[in-house]
């Protein structure tokens, strides 16, 4: 099964900008949208016929929204949305941001953390109490075949991240406080895919600053993930940061993260 993941940064302009010949190029069989920002029908329309389309548009119009599309053939269960799954409602803030599908012997999740901003207390406020219900939801999965994927919006180690020492406790993304929800996720058994495929090495990043020329000189930061439940994450064979060749060549911001899984 190859699963890919990436934050599309408007489904719309991804798609004007090449998404969709992307899609048919590489074939994935599950596929994990984040910053969607479009309601489902436009979602699927632009995803294309092959996929059952399942989209989570946030309350506060023009932003976050998630994705899972499976390619017809493949088995769809339940479809749950929010973190807070035994709730009913959600701030504003929090919707959009959380998808999970049952799949055969799995449960996919595309997740769309908060950015949050350093400087401004009420947007960490939001970024970690979402954290917190991301990891009581984690802590439920802990004895399922899960896959949480998406744009996490913090980096893990140096090894994620270009400019670690600036950024270091300045920027959000790369504060203590943020890192240490990815250890707490990570002690509960679950594992980040790409890191345990490509061992101690720097990189390889997954999104890029669009200001000055960050993803010409590779000035990047790996805040996209694939973090799996340790039976289904032995099973990842390869993976793959789709960069584009070019900067006119992108269709977002992020590159996206494909991982092959078998058997």
Sequence with gaps: MRIATCNVNGIRAAARKG??????????????????????????????????????ACDIKGRAGVTVAVRHGIDV?????????????????????WLEVDLPELTVVSAYLHSGDAKNEEKMAAKYAHLELVSKRLEEFASSNVLVAGDFNIVHTPLDI?????????????LDSEIAYVDRWLSLG???????????EQGPYTWWSQRGKAFDNNVGWRIDYQMASEAVASKARSFKIDRAAAYDARWSD?????VDYED
């Design 162 to 174: 270009t400019n670690w020492k600036s950024n270091h406790n300045r920027t959000s993304g790369v």
């Design 77 to 97: 269960g339940e479809v749950r949305d929010g973190v807070a799954v035994h709730t009913v409602d959600e701030p504003p803030v929090d919707t959009g941001r």
């Design 254 to 258: 992020h590159a996206p993260l494909i």
């Design 190 to 200: 679950y594992v980040d895919v790409q890191r345990s495929l490509t061992g101690e």
């Design 19 to 56: 998404m969709g010949e992307w899609i048919a190029a590489t074939s994935p069989d599950v596929l994990l949208l984040q910053e969607v920002r479009a309601p489902e029908d436009i979602a699927e329309s632009l995803i294309g016929s092959d996929y059952q389309v399942f989209t989570r």
